[in-house]
């Protein structure tokens, strides 16, 4: 599309809530200028879509005085006030896609599969495997209960092993799943693996479900092809799944490009900003019941999705996976542990209320402080270089010598932390995002954090298939907030007090020089736009980007909260006593201005 | 604006239901419109396919892949009984051939010459559908089910275990603010849904189920003692599958909570009559909620004209029970609905809204999204 570009409307079909967003030429720019939301209508008793989406367009055109809609359908030429270019949505309504993938080997081919199928949006309900040490009968009862949304089956190199993925090919047809949505229609069924065994998967698969061939995703073990994969997932998604939904099918005849599942938008956004910026990048996406983690760390994008850790219906899962023990660290009051739980449980039910009281917004933010750690822990688990790969080794490398299948992400090589979801963007001050994200991501060395406005990623990152330059454009001037940049010495000690590293700091003329001690943290305001310049000197066992004892000289930028320099150590070190833990929570939360009482 | 509206959880004396009798997969329908069913009758019946599991046969016999069909005595499709020869290796005298056994009663259902495996499927396994509550059949889904409609007082719970049972209802205490202890736990409870109050702790809940009471109706529970009773910490609301031996349905939510009244007063009216109720539950999208179904069998059925039942946006008057600290389960009045965003103890601005609580005149300002209607 071109510049002529004067309006376009997009929307973000979520579980819960339509996000409808417009986005207008004002003057020379484009810029997001007004929102609408409402429920989401697939459920009875409406049972379509687009009703929903029409609600939240509805309220765009009031809060605009832009004419959108003539009835049920959008005004796609404009004429002053009146109409949008475009019409451009994502959806993850209905539990969005649910996949089953499966592989010949765990940590190879099944693992590449799982990659695959996460970076186009799904959830992986299972990963089925030849030597995932579950017997056969197993494998078939659990691809029968599971009712997928589509299967995504790969296995063997081109030209490797045909026989565990023809192995795989007859289970999936005993069990013969029956897909969650629609009785009638027949389950979609990708097969991307050993190009050799396609004619026995055709034999096997081909009269009982609706299968298609791509290209594998594994063609050797020294390379990883997904894209193919990737883009067949979304079009099954669109053809079979999306199809299925109350009210898609005219949901896809009002769009001007094709609808995308949420998650692949968010990606599509995550990898935009780190290749314009030339910068390693992880996004996190924290929503009531699931939580994306994004990755784009040089060439390589990831993405995970924990679909059972999440502020709302997920919320009892994150108790039951970090323990209460992790969540009340984060406390700096006395409440009876029984009576968090009940009240865990009470939001598990009641997903929609909001904290009432700052006793209830602090035990919510202790949450998501683990529901965060908990999906990056994932995340760093699957975001990891191949596995069985030949290396070459010189002798240089006798004493560090590194298996195959290391993690991908080095936190001191990471330059930017994107939040987004209610709690992050949400939170009544921009403090406590940057306060949830730190401690949950605990970033070393130099780190910008910052926050989706409003949650407009998945609106752009549709927006950038149609035109990448307005996408960036608002992206930049509307939807990312600067939080301000994170100074972490990474190291420990065993206790509190001892100096780790020596600072300067100079900002609007002034230089501030101070000794950092371990357990300090410190606050200083740099705002939106303005930049300071650092001269940081570790101490022998800490780095902070340059090397263990090394000096860093360089300029971080400023946000809405500004410079945090965090001298608790990496992992964080909590006082064992508890009224001492307690006394340096409130001391932490008082550095950072988190609440109005502490 | 776009409709916003706070679903609540009705509870009504007497209105009509519709519920929706499907089978998992496609069968026979039983019934036909008109039909009239009661809760125990069969209304739609299918089979599963059966089981599958596997055997080896190459690796059994030691021979090739490709070979494998030489050595089969049974071929795709074929049924046989438990411990009939299904393939045998060839040798000149026969006491020297292995020979592979069916472990159980089926058909073939694949015999591969790539991998030597066979699949074997079990018989079908019958699924019934039954009509669950007594009504009326007024519409057929064809080969899936029907939708049984009945005139019936209607309470939804908040949260709950268990499947679909039912029995007579019997009050086991006096109050809704009144704890269910394990004495008050008698066998005359036996078959029985019996109404709790606002609380029953583990030891009550275990005695319920020794006794073989069907199901529980509470205010609340503690969910330490929720995770005794299932074995495991739930960590995401979709229940209605579990078999602890009662069906539980709470009417508020987790912690010791008064019954709202008009709950109550609903389940007293009816105190004698079989109550149909299931502890499913769902929060996340299809939102289901455990339910209590109180048919009056006097009702004429012939007349039952088919209810729409709307969520309605909150207005003051409207009776609302609190569901979020700090003023948890407590229920009161809507005095005013101030349109203009609020800010709140937490920082947050909220769109608020004032009550009035039952019992004083306090008068408190909340969020919006933290209360729930009480619906007719």
Same mark, same amino acid.
């Given at each position: ?7 376009? #409307? ?196 081909? %009269? ?186 010189? #002798? ?62 998945? %609106? ?20 990312? #907030?600067?939080?301000?940049?994170? #100074? ?8 509190? *007090? ?60 400023? *946000? ?39 | 604006?776009?409709?916003? $509206? ?32 009661? /809760? ?37 499709? +074929? ?27 089926? !058909? ?21 559908? !039954?009509? $669950? ?44 603010? +009144? ?9 005359? $409870? ?41 074995? $495991? ?35 007293? +009216? ?13 929060? /996340? ?18 007349? @039952? ?60 300002? @909340?969020? /919006? ?8």
């Amino acid at each position: 599309m071109s510049k002529d570009i004067q309006a376009i #409307i997009a929307t973000d079909c979520g579980s819960t809530t339509t996000k409808a967003i417009l986005i207008e030429k004002v003057g020379n720019e484009y810029r997001q200028t007004f929102r609408g939301e409402a429920p989401t209508t697939v459920e009875a008793p409406f049972e379509d879509v687009t009703k929903g989406v029409l609600n939240a367009i509805q309220e765009v055109e009031e809060l605009s005085g832009r004419k959108i809609l003539d009835g049920d359908k959008i005004i796609t030429t404009v004429n002053g006030k009146v109409g949008v270019d475009a019409y451009i949505s994502t959806s993850s309504a209905g539990g969005g896609l649910q996949m089953m993938v499966a592989g010949a080997i765990k940590t190879m081919t099944a693992e590449s599969a799982q990659r695959a199928a996460l970076g186009a949006g799904a959830i992986v309900m299972d990963i089925l495997a030849s030597n995932d040490k579950r017997l056969p009968h197993q494998k078939i009862e659990r691809i029968r209960q599971l009712r997928p949304d589509m299967i995504l089956l790969s296995g063997g190199t081109d030209g490797g092993t045909v026989t565990h993925v023809v192995e795989l090919a007859e289970y999936i047809g005993a069990a013969d799943p029956k897909p969650r949505l629609g009785m009638s229609y027949r389950l979609p069924v990708l097969y991307a693996g050993n190009k050799d065994a396609r004619g026995k998967v055709k034999e096997i698969l081909d %009269h009982k479900m609706a299968l298609t061939i791509t290209d594998n995703l594994r063609p050797t073990l020294e390379e990883e092809n997904l894209m193919p994969a990737r883009l067949e997932i979304q079009n099954l998604f669109l053809e079979h799944v999306m199809a299925q939904a109350p009210g898609y099918k005219k949901l896809m005849e009002m769009v001007s490009v094709e609808i995308m599942p949420t998650p692949a938008a968010v990606g599509e956004i995550m990898q935009t900003i780190a290749r314009l910026n030339s910068i390693n990048v992880i996004g996190v996406d924290i929503g009531g019941a699931t939580t994306d983690v994004f990755s784009v760390i040089g060439e390589t994008f990831n993405r995970t999705v924990s679909a059972n850790y999440g502020m709302s219906y997920s919320i009892s899962n994150v108790l039951a996976d970090a323990g209460l023990k992790n969540v009340m660290r984060w406390l700096s009051f006395d409440i009876d542990e029984k009576e968090v739980r009940d009240r865990i449980k009470n939001k598990m039910i009641r997903p929609t209320t909001i904290p009432q009281s700052l006793e209830e917004l602090k035990i919510e933010q202790a949450i998501s402080r683990e529901a965060l750690r908990l999906s990056f822990d994932q995340h760093k688990l699957l975001a990891v270089g191949l596995k069985g790969v030949q290396q070459t080794r010189t #002798i240089a490398d006798v004493f560090s010598q590194e298996g195959t299948g290391q993690s991908i992400i080095k936190m001191t090589e990471l330059d930017m932390i994107v939040g987004s979801g209610g709690v992050l963007s949400h939170a009544p001050r921009r403090n406590q995002s940057m306060s949830m994200m730190i401690d949950a991501f605990l970033p070393e060395g130099i780190t910008t954090l910052t926050v989706d406005s409003i949650f407009m990623m998945p %609106h752009l990152g549709v927006l950038a298939k149609i035109d990448g330059e307005i996408a960036t454009e608002v992206f930049q001037k509307d939807c990312l #907030i600067y939080l301000g940049t994170c #100074i972490a010495p990474a190291g420990q000690l065993k206790k509190f *007090g001892q100096k780790i590293m020596d600072y300067k700091i100079t900002m609007g003329g002034k230089t501030i020089q101070e000794d950092l001690h371990f357990g300090d943290l410190k606050h200083f305001h740099l705002g939106i736009g303005e930049t300071a310049e650092v001269e940081l000197n570790p101490a022998k066992n800490f780095d902070v980007g340059a090397g263990k004892g090394k000096t860093y000289k360089g300029t971080v930028q400023g *946000g809405v909260v500004g410079l945090i320099v965090d001298g608790r150590g990496r992992p964080i070190e909590f006082p064992e006593d508890d009224q001492e833990r307690k006394n340096i929570i409130k001391k932490w939360n008082q550095a950072m201005d988190l609440y109005p009482v502490y | 604006m776009g409709h916003s $509206y706070t679903p609540g959880l009705r509870v009504a004396k007497r209105t009509v239901i519709a519920k929706d009798r499907i089978l998992p997969l496609k069968g026979e329908v039983v019934n036909k419109i008109g039909d009239l069913v009661q /809760r125990d009758s069969i209304v739609a019946k299918t089979d599963l396919p059966g089981n599958v599991s596997t055997i080896n046969v190459v690796n059994l016999l030691g021979i090739q892949a490709m070979e494998i069909d030489q050595y089969m005595l049974k071929k795709v499709g +074929d049924s046989f009984e438990k411990d009939e020869l299904i393939a045998e290796s060839k040798s000149f005298i026969k006491w020297f051939s292995t020979q592979i056994k069916a472990p159980l009663k089926g !058909k073939i259902e694949s015999i591969s010459s790539v991998t030597g495996q066979v699949l074997l499927r079990e018989p079908p396994i019958p699924v019934q559908v !039954k009509g $669950y509550i007594n009504g009326k059949v007024t519409e057929v889904v064809p080969k899936e089910g029907v939708v049984v409609e009945t005139v019936c007082s209607f309470i939804q719970g908040i949260f709950g275990i268990g499947g679909e049972t039912w029995g007579t209802l019997k009050f086991a205490v006096k109050s809704p603010g +009144d704890v269910l202890e394990e004495a008050n736990i008698t066998s005359e $409870y036996k078959d029985a849904i019996i109404v709790g109050g606002a609380f029953a702790d583990f030891a009550a809940i275990k005695k319920a189920i020794q006794v073989g009471v069907k199901g529980i109706i509470l205010g609340g529970i503690k969910d330490g003692d929720l995770r005794t009773i299932l074995g $495991y910490d739930l960590g995401v609301a979709i229940t209605g599958s579990e078999d602890v031996g009662v069906t539980l349905v709470l009417t508020e939510g987790f912690g010791k909570i008064q019954m709202a009244q008009r709950t109550w007063n609903c389940l007293k +009216d009816r105190e004698g009559a079989i109550a149909s109720i299931s502890g499913a539950t769902q929060i /996340r999208a299809g939102v289901i909620r455990p339910e209590i179904i109180i048919p009056y069998d006097d009702a004429d059925l012939s007349r @039952i004209e088919k209810e729409v039942h709307e969520a309605k946006p909150v207005a003051i008057g409207n009776q609302v029970r609190v569901i979020r600290q700090p003023y948890f389960g407590r229920i009161g009045t809507v005095t005013d609905l101030p349109s203009a965003l609020t800010q709140i103890e937490s920082e947050t601005h909220a769109r608020v809204l004032k009550v009035k609580f039952e019992g004083n005149n306090e008068e408190v300002t @909340i969020p /919006r999204a933290n209360i729930e209607l009480i619906e007719e």
